[in-house]
């Protein structure tokens, strides 16, 4: 089974991507969504070329412009962000999965078929099961245009189902549900890939409390087990949001207080710590009470890339305690190794 993560398309997230271990970057299969920053002139180059730094050599990135408007993002560009992205990375030789969805205008899908015949990787067709989002199921007739516009059989599709945000047992229930029923449906079509995905992690850090460590309960990975229990086909990869709130939120402004979205087996063990020394120095002594918690894991700095940071800050072998695109990517490499370690010892998240 593959782990599936739908991380935000920042440089934190191309860090700890390009930092995997040989054996996490064998389990997974990232999706990478492009975020909308209207200050950036450049935002596809700026992805693309974090992408040809960071993405391992043979790694196939499954790229996601739904975020984006679709304009030209230049003076002067031909086409959409698929057509863009799709040109500049083959550029840089980074292969491409572009992401489709259901209700995509035609413009989109046919820019979705020139990046798929460009690259040869295939397409990933994304469904949404959210509560606030949730995609109709295509009839016969309907997938058939569909995959037809993208010039592609099932057999080069991944579908990605999407249950989104999911924070509480009764939503998880309802969700698991909604999630299985679509499966049964969409189920009839031989997807080269199958994922179910959803997302627990809070909007933001307000109101955790500072200076100490708060759980939060993997509800995605709960949500997976439901709906494997209550549907009878093969086994779904596991797909969630890493340490991210499932939805694209506005730009935040100002400096965040130190902290870190430390993953357990069943928990996120969030440290918030309060801004009291000059600089983020403070980042020293939450990176401390975490080696010295019961979270730190047997494996120690060596569990990931990002551990070993903080092991460093914890030891005060590092001049400088890093800042919110650091710890974002640290948290992101420990996820990413935890996960993907779970999922290849017990075949569950």
């Not at 593959?2 to 920042?10: C, D, E, R, S």
């Not at 995605?220 to 709130?245: I, K, S």
Request: net charge negative.
């Amino acid at each position: 089974m593959a782990y599936v993560p739908i991380l935000k398309g920042k440089v934190g997230e191309f860090l700890a991507l390009g930092h995997a271990s040989q054996e996490v970057r064998a389990q997974i299969r990232p999706v990478m969504e492009i975020v909308p920053d209207f200050e950036l002139r450049d935002l596809l180059e700026t992805f693309c070329e974090h992408a040809m730094d960071h993405v391992p050599s043979g790694m196939v990135l499954t790229v996601d412009c739904g975020a984006l408007p679709f304009v030209r993002v230049l003076e002067g560009d031909v086409g959409g962000p698929v057509a863009r992205v799709g040109e500049s990375l083959a550029l840089r030789g980074v292969a491409m999965c572009p992401v489709f969805r259901r209700a995509d205008p035609d413009d989109v899908l046919t820019e979705v078929a020139g990046a798929a015949a460009a690259h040869r990787q295939g397409a990933c067709l994304r469904f949404s099961t959210a509560v606030d989002l949730s995609d109709l199921i295509p009839d016969k007739t309907e997938m058939r245009d569909l995959l037809r516009a993208v010039q592609l059989e099932p057999e080069e599709v991944d579908l990605l189902v999407d249950a989104g945000p999911v924070h509480s047992g009764r939503a998880r229930e309802a969700l698991a549900e909604g999630t299985a029923e679509a499966l049964n449906s969409l189920s009839r079509w031989p997807w080269r890939h199958l994922c179910v995905a959803a997302g627990a992690f809070p909007v933001n850090l307000t109101g955790f409390p500072r200076g100490t460590a708060t759980p939060v309960v993997r509800e995605d990975a709960r949500l997976w087990r439901e709906v494997v229990e209550n549907w009878r086909g093969p086994q779904p990869d596991f797909g969630d949001f890493g340490v991210t709130y499932p939805r694209m939120l506005p730009k935040s402004r100002g400096t965040p207080d130190p902290n870190m979205r430390y993953t357990t087996a069943s928990e996120w063990q969030v440290f918030v710590y309060p801004r009291l020394r000059s600089g983020n120095d403070d980042f020293f002594t939450l990176s401390q009470d975490l080696v010295n918690s019961p979270y730190w894991p047997a494996t120690g700095a060596a569990t990931s890339w990002g551990d070993a940071r903080l092991h460093e800050c914890a030891q005060r072998q590092r001049q400088k305690a890093g800042g919110g695109t650091e710890w974002r990517a640290w948290a992101t490499s420990h996820h990413l190794a935890v996960v993907s370690t779970h999922l290849t010892a017990t075949g569950c998240p």
